[in-house]
C-alpha cells in the first residue's frame, strides 16, 4: 500500500502478511500546518483492502 499526504509519497508499506493484523499503525505524521490535507491510501496488490481506523487528532 501506498500512503500520500497532499498529493506527495509518504511510505510504501507491505501489509501482504499471512495473518490479519489488525489496529496497526501504517502512517503517523505530525506537526502539519493548520489548513486541509488530503490523505490517499492505494492499494497496489491482492483482492482488497481493509482499514481499521482513521485517526485526525490536532
Same mark, same amino acid.
Given at each position: 500500500m501506498e500512503v500520500y499526504l497532499d498529493g506527495? /509519497?509518504?511510505t510504501t508499506a507491505d501489509t501482504t502478511s &499471512? @495473518? +490479519?493484523l489488525t489496529q496497526q499503525v501504517i502512517y503517523s505524521a505530525r &506537526?502539519?500546518?493548520q489548513g486541509t490535507?488530503? /490523505?490517499r491510501a492505494v492499494k +497496489?496488490? &491482492?483482492t482488497y483492502m481493509l482499514v481499521d +481506523?482513521? @485517526?485526525v487528532t490536532f
Amino acid at each position: 500500500m501506498e500512503v500520500y499526504l497532499d498529493g506527495v /509519497l509518504q511510505t510504501t508499506a507491505d501489509t501482504t502478511s &499471512g @495473518a +490479519r493484523l489488525t489496529q496497526q499503525v501504517i502512517y503517523s505524521a505530525r &506537526g502539519l500546518p493548520q489548513g486541509t490535507h488530503t /490523505l490517499r491510501a492505494v492499494k +497496489r496488490s &491482492g483482492t482488497y483492502m481493509l482499514v481499521d +481506523r482513521f @485517526a485526525v487528532t490536532f
